[in-house]
């Protein structure tokens, strides 16, 4: 298995764009989660989702940010207009249901996300 | 809610054993891990304890475990200069679906 998949690696953009980022789990791991990693706040959860079904979002740090399960193969992060204060690293992590307990998370390699 | 604890630094030379400590809140933690953030790197998964073991040994790392302290530490013998990285401590507990993270604890190991 190719592990979590996170693209892009780097993104550079504009305050005011929207941008995107993308993640593909493990194939057959059926709850994702959306972290964000900064020196000051150390690594968040934003949200995380269970068979496709977003569950706990209260890390979603303002209605800028939303994150989206089409189907189990692929979520989005979207943070839409983006603000310098959004650079970070963000991370995307995978598990199976609760018999992973004994394994954690699966965790992507991040994309680094700079807003100038 | 859950808090994770650990300390920011830690500086040992290589050959020496490190030991890095983790303090947590959750009285039930199930699960408690130890992760591996090497520079621009995912976090890894170096190593997990349940919370009924006191002790666990994977070739260099000991993971020991005082319930009754909620202490957690991780001690890496023989440290290598590829093993400074951050190294988190996290848990998991009763029904909660989600790890609690600690704000990860930078290795140097120097020469």
């Known amino acids: 298995d190719a592990g979590v998949i996170q693209s892009p690696r780097h993104e550079v953009t504009e305050m005011g764009q929207e941008v995107t980022l993308r993640c593909k789990p493990i194939?057959?791991?059926?709850?994702l989660f959306w972290y964000r990693q900064t020196m000051m706040r150390g690594l968040e959860l934003l949200i995380y989702?269970?068979?496709?079904?977003?569950?706990?979002d209260s890390g979603m740090p303002e209605d800028r940010f939303s994150a989206k399960m089409p189907n189990a193969s692929f979520s989005t992060l979207k943070i839409q207009p983006s603000e310098p204060r959004d650079s970070a690293v963000y991370f995307c992590a995978s598990r199976f249901g609760l018999e992973t307990a004994t394994y954690g998370y699966t965790f992507g390699s991040g994309t680094r996300l700079t807003v100038v | 809610g859950e808090d994770v604890e650990q300390s920011l630094f830690l500086s040992v030379r290589e050959g020496d054993s490190s030991v890095i400590n983790c303090t947590y809140t959750?009285?039930?933690?199930?699960?408690l891990y130890w992760y591996k953030q090497e520079p621009g790197a995912g976090l890894q998964l170096l190593t997990y304890?349940?919370?009924?073991?006191d002790m666990k040994q994977d070739q260099r790392l000991t993971v020991l475990l005082n319930k009754k302290d909620k202490h957690l530490s991780l001690r890496i013998a023989d440290t290598q200069t590829g093993d400074s990285a951050i190294y988190f401590c996290?848990?998991?507990?009763?029904?909660?679906?989600?790890?609690?993270f600690g704000t990860g604890t930078r290795l140097q190991v120097t020469l």
């Open positions: 304890i349940f919370s009924n073991m």
């Open positions: 989702f269970n068979n496709n079904v977003p569950i706990d």
């Open positions: 959750d009285s039930s933690s199930t699960y």
């Open positions: 996290a848990e998991i507990g009763g029904t909660a679906s989600k790890l609690t």
């Open positions: 194939s057959g791991h059926n709850s």
